[in-house]
């Protein structure tokens, strides 16, 4: 079975993620359900807020720069990962969280707690970009924080479950979308104004075969 997906949005393809089933994602301590990666990785850039940023390398970074004098944060880099839709009759949509042990953060500096929430914006024609997600009207951000985690080495956790969207029986996608969480630094920390950043290469790494960043489980 490939453990590749490929989806193209528009005139660029965005980074294809591995996609597979529990039996493959034996290093993982989660054992129930199948397991599913993210297919596409965007970043939505504060200080380019018309810009579709695809990204390409698996590259997995957050960033915001210092308020000017002490406000609220500014050049704020967000990512938005999407999920393909889950297959016919999947249900117990679960998002979780991993960073090992061994994981080399290309950036790193200030806090470095996440606030996850959903956004409902993306399709295959849809080109996710700050705008057109955050400061759109209404943007597609759901309200409220889906869960909040910690970029730091060995962090593991499950974050919360969602509905799962699946292919119907003709096995094309309802309307080509799936499940969309989108990824920023804490409230309170864009509020304290503060630099902070945070990089690392997310996916399948090492040779253990272990999967770092967020994932989807389903029917558990």
Known sequence: MSRFLIIATASA?????????????????????SFLGPDALFLLD??????YLPIRDYLFQVFQKAGKSGGRAAGRQYVLAHFQPTPYLSYGCELHWNIPATTQFHSYYGSHQL???TSTGYVESFLPTWNSVIAGS???????VFGTVNAVAGAEAFVNSAACRNYPPTGKPDGGMGLNFLFKFANWVEQAGSAGGMSFYSG????????????LTYSC
Request: glycine residues 10%.
């Open 13 to 33: 393809l965005a980074v294809a993620f591995p996609v597979t089933s529990s039996e493959t994602s034996a290093a993982l301590k989660t054992r129930c359900g």
């Open 46 to 51: 504060e200080d380019r807020p018309d810009v």
């Open 115 to 117: 606030d996850i929430v």
């Open 138 to 144: 209404p943007p597609t951000v759901g309200p409220g």
């Open 204 to 215: 399948w790494t090492g040779p253990a075969d272990v999967f770092k960043g967020p994932y």
